[in-house]
Structure formats: C-alpha cells, structure tokens
C-alpha cells in the first residue's frame, strides 16, 4: 500500500478524504469510514482488526463505540466487559468510561515525519526560489557546488470536533534546515505554521488556513511571509479526486539591503489525482502573480510564474516506493530599463524509499533542473544527488 506520507506530499495538502483509502491499518480505515457516516464499512475494518489480533484493546473500543451507534447495544456491551478484564493504559480507561456512559469521543490525530538527508548540490548558489532573490544575483558568482546536510520536520494535529456536520481544526508546522559544507553563505532555514478550520464529508474536504513564514537565507534573517491558503478536495469517484486551492501572501523582507523587495502576490492552482492500491498519478497547474508593494521596486519583483507538474508514484508493497516528477515552469518577468525576461524552467526528480518498518524508510534522490532565460545571468542548471532516512509517525 502506498506511504501515506508520501502521497501527502505529492498532494502538498494534507487530503483528509484521501486519508481513507490510503490509512495502513484496519482501525484507521475504519476511523475514516466512520468520518465519512459509512458505520457498515467502518464495522467490518474494526472486526478485521479483531480477527487479525483477538486480543486488540483500541479495536474492541473502536468497536464498541461504534456498535452503541448503531443501536447494538447488547454487542457493545460484550466487548466491553471482554475490555474491562485486559490491562488498559490511561488513555484506555477514559475511552472505555465514555463508551460506557455513552459520551461521544472526537477524532484527534497527530502526524509527524522527519527526514534528514546527506547530498551533493552542483550549483548551490542557485536561489531556492526564483521569486525569494534574483538568481542572477548568485550567477554573477559563478557555479559552486557543495556537500550538504539537509533536516525536514513536519507534523500535523487534527482535532474533529465531535460536532455534527463533520467540523474540524488542523495546525500544520513545516521545519526545514540545510548546511552547505563548502558554502555557508547560502544555508537556509525555514519555518512555517498553518492553523485554521474546515469540514469534511464523504464527497469533499474543505480546509481554510491562515500561515506564517520566516526565511533566513544569504547570511540573514531575509524573508517573512503570512496570509491566507483556501484549500478543496473533492472525490470525483472513489480513485479520482480533484484538488482545487488559492492563496494570498503578502511577503515582506526584514533587512535594508533587500529594499524594495516587499510584495503582495495571488495564486490560484488546481490537481488532479488517480489513486489505485499501489500507484498514484497526479497532474497540477499553479499561476502565481507577484506585484511589488514599494514605489520603487527592485528589478524584476512584478514577475508571474505558472506551473505545470506531472508525475507518479508506484509502490513494491512493503519493499519501496517509486516517484517519477517533472515540473515545468514559464516565468515572465517586469520589463527592466530595456530588459525583458522571460524564463523557462525544467525540473525532473527521480525517488526511490525502501521501507525498513512501518515508520522507518531509506531514501535515493535525485534532481535536474535547467533554467533557461532571455536575461543571460539568470540562466543555470544544477544536479542534486542524496541519501536519508525518513521516520513516520
């Protein structure tokens, strides 16, 4: 079956109604059966669980939970007296108090995964953003490669509440940190949290957070950025989702060197995703609109960038995953004095994980991208090669 967090990836928003197909235990799938109002299937996922382990405490709750609901009380209250005579932690005893008083317990869920990577960067002065600085500014210093260090966070709290009409609240934190051995000019550290509120049905996902950002990059506390992302998942059938998402960010940089940077930008995008029990397929599209805030802007801060992603991903069970990526990228910059650029960007990734465990997985990168431009020094290309370890929770 599929990493789930890899396909949270490939989604760059947490897809709630995704969750239910791609969850790797039987009482997960039931929890999302039970999000989504199906009791029949979310029934027979807990007796799944049941079978394959008799003597499974969180399925005989989950059970009898939902057996209550269902007017089965006299189930319910076998499985509860079986409960009563297990060693339950603290967490098992309230659950089992509720379900015996009847009370209804709300979904919490916490998701966690870090990575940390070792890799080569041919060209590492390359901005990380076209839009953050100029990469002109870094090709007048010609090419530098480098080893690096690279350390990803990113955790997830999801708390339903309990409410009917399937109302919820999420907050998602994004941490990111690298080290160029042989470049420390250009280490960058990134942070990122989402917070806000949504609903959820069996048909769609509907997510509305407001974020904060902060860059350090270029030997300075660079960029911060906050606004607003509206985010819909709707299950067009039972493969076939459609992901429609916008934002607007108003990004303002910190130090006097970067005057005239500051922007306001829109951004619209949409996805679409086939997920099968061991591939997913997926083809995205982003416009981004950057305008300048300051009455005399630096050169090319008004810019549009539009994004066209395909790409796959194929699972060997519980041996790997496989993930094919092509990005392309078209930018079109404000004309300066008597310089119009236009931009063309190729980004191809190839991933390989291998799963050691259901929390551990063994990562193979790689990456190529080619830019190339009517503006002589923003053209460049780079490779990137790496090894890491990936932990999921």
Known sequence: MLNKFIILT??????????CLLEPTNIDVGLCYEAEGNKNMAQAAYERALIEDETNVNARLKLAKLYNTMGMEKEAAVLVENVKKMRLTPAQRTSLAAIE????ESLNTLNIRANAYLGYDSNVNVSPSPTIVDDANASTEGIQSSLFLRVRADLSYLHDLGTSGGWFL????????????AAHYYDVTYGRLYAGGGHRSSSYTLYIPLFYDRIHY????????????PDLTLRLVDALFL?????????RYIQDIDVGRNDDTLSGGAGLFWLGSSHMLYGKFRYER???????????????QLYAQVGGIYSLGNFADLELNYQYRYGDYAKVADIKREDSNHDISVIAKHNFSKSFRANIDYRYVNNQSTYDLAKYEKHEAMLGIEYNY
């Open 290 to 304: 950057y305008d300048a805030t300051e009455t005399a802007p630096a050169a090319f801060t008004d810019n549009s």
């Open 243 to 251: 992901n429609l998402n916008a934002a607007y960010t108003q990004r």
């Open 10 to 19: 490939a989604l760059s928003t947490l897809s709630l109604t995704a969750n």
């Open 101 to 104: 008083t009847h009370e209804d």
């Open 170 to 181: 999420r907050t998602d934190m994004n941490l990111y940190y690298q080290n160029n051995s």
């Open 218 to 229: 270029l030997d300075r506390d660079l960029l911060q950025e906050y606004g607003i992302r």
